[in-house]
T-cell receptor, first 113, second 112 residues
Framework: AQSVTQLDSQVPVFEEAPVELRCNYS??????LFWYVQYPNQGLQLLLK??????LVESINGFEAEFNKSQTSFHLRKPSVHISDTAEYFC???????????FGAGTRLAVHP | EAGVAQSPRYKIIEKRQSVAFWCNPISGHATLYWYQQILGQGPKLLIQ????????DSQLPKDRFSAERLKGVDSTLKIQPAKLEDSAVYLC??????????FGPGTRLTVT
């Protein structure tokens, strides 16, 4: 069975500060990894994904995540956050050979001026 | 390209009543998913369709929940009768063969 643990339920941070949202997973098979973002009263939007190749993946709005197989982690980082980054962030895994996503409980990022 | 459409956006019902949600996936997407997102938790897959066939419904409470995808396009999810613990956001998603899932805005259900 697979599971996803997001270690922080809430992360408050000041604008322009760096942030890291942590994600660890457990799986007996290889997985593909995803980060989704959910703005208030909206559905989930794919932020970035790791399928294969380079372990460092980037999004168009400055977020990046690094797949660490030995530590079974896929932490999300941004060097300088904006007020508009305030949202809930979900880490998810898709087991290889399966067409389903398993989500973590989410981390609420609150960016303060 | 139009996204995944869902209706209604909000619904308030009393326990033991029935309710139905509708989803129209992105055109051409063969796979459709229904997720339940309880407050403070991540989305949990309820049912997955491939065209009009069920691929996975292992976490669907079949005594009260049902879903169908007639003609392999839009889908409805029904709860009958509703319980207090069914209060959640119900998300619909669709995907193509590359498995990237696109989510609709969700339906927020409150059971009183």
């Amino acid at each position: 069975a697979q599971s996803v643990t997001q270690l922080d339920s809430q992360v408050p941070v000041f604008e322009e500060a760096p942030v890291e949202l942590r994600c660890n997973y457990s799986s007996s098979v290889s997985v593909y990894l995803f980060w989704y973002v959910q703005y208030p009263n909206q559905g989930l939007q794919l932020l970035l994904k790791y399928l294969s190749g380079s372990t460092l993946v980037e999004s168009i709005n400055g977020f990046e995540a690094e797949f660490n197989k030995s530590q079974t982690s896929f932490h999300l980082r941004k060097p300088s956050v904006h007020i508009s980054d305030t949202a809930e962030y979900f880490c998810a895994v898709r087991p290889s050979g399966y067409n389903k996503l398993i989500f973590g409980a989410g981390t609420r990022l609150a960016v303060h001026p | 390209e139009a996204g995944v459409a869902q209706s209604p956006r909000y619904k308030i019902i009393e326990k033991r009543q029935s309710v139905a949600f509708w989803c129209n996936p992105i055109s051409g997407h063969a796979t459709l998913y229904w997720y339940q997102q309880i407050l403070g938790q991540g989305p949990k897959l309820l049912i997955q369709f491939q065209n009009n066939g069920v691929v996975d419904d292992s976490q669907l409470p079949k005594d009260r929940f049902s879903a169908e995808r007639l003609k392999g396009v839009d889908s409805t999810l029904k709860i009958q009768p509703a319980k207090l613990e069914d209060s959640a956001v119900y998300l619909c998603a669709s995907s193509t063969q590359n498995y990237e899932q696109y989510f609709g805005p969700g339906t927020r259900l409150t059971v009183t």
